[in-house]
């Protein structure tokens, strides 16, 4: 698949939002795609986290991320099954106010024999839904919450 990009501006702090996509367990309650997260060990801002999604099949895989609260995240992919490489960033932006703009980086690798239409469907459908469940996820927790944590 290469690289793709999409940002998102979301309606609430940029702590809150890193919170958000820190919160790996919480993660399969509103992003439509994970079956399920196992955070395997957590190093201050270093985790190893496992993920179980559904995408055309069931496929597991583990990465490690690396956090630099509250503007960054990113990734590599330490193993896992049909997935050959998954590199990418969180990158978070306050904006005026209490907004943040989040952008989403991801190099990932498939096997050759997976279709085009399959790896263009991730970048085109996939991507842009699972950017609108963190945005709609954040703005309700922050709204819900008057502003705390995202549970």
Not at 38 to 52: A, C, F, W
Not at 92 to 117: F, K, Q
Request: charged residues 30%; contains cysteine; aromatic residues 8%.
């Amino acid at each position: 698949m290469n690289e793709a990009v999409r940002s998102v501006d979301v309606e609430c702090p940029i702590e809150h939002m890193y919170r958000v996509i820190t919160d790996f367990e919480s993660l399969p309650e509103f992003v439509t795609s994970l079956l399920g997260v196992t955070v395997d060990s957590r190093r201050n801002d270093t985790y190893q986290v496992s993920y179980r999604i559904k995408v055309t099949k069931e496929i597991e895989y583990t990465l490690e991320l690396k956090g630099s609260p509250p503007n960054r995240l990113e990734w590599h992919l330490l193993g896992g099954e049909f997935i050959r490489g998954n590199d990418g960033v969180w990158e978070l932006e306050a904006l005026d106010g209490e907004r943040t703009r989040a952008t989403y980086r991801i190099d990932l690798t498939l096997p050759i024999m997976v279709p085009p239409s399959v790896t263009r469907n991730l970048a085109e459908v996939s991507l842009p839904l699972m950017l609108d469940e963190f945005r709609v996820y954040a703005e309700k927790t922050w709204k819900s919450n008057g502003g705390g944590h995202p549970r």
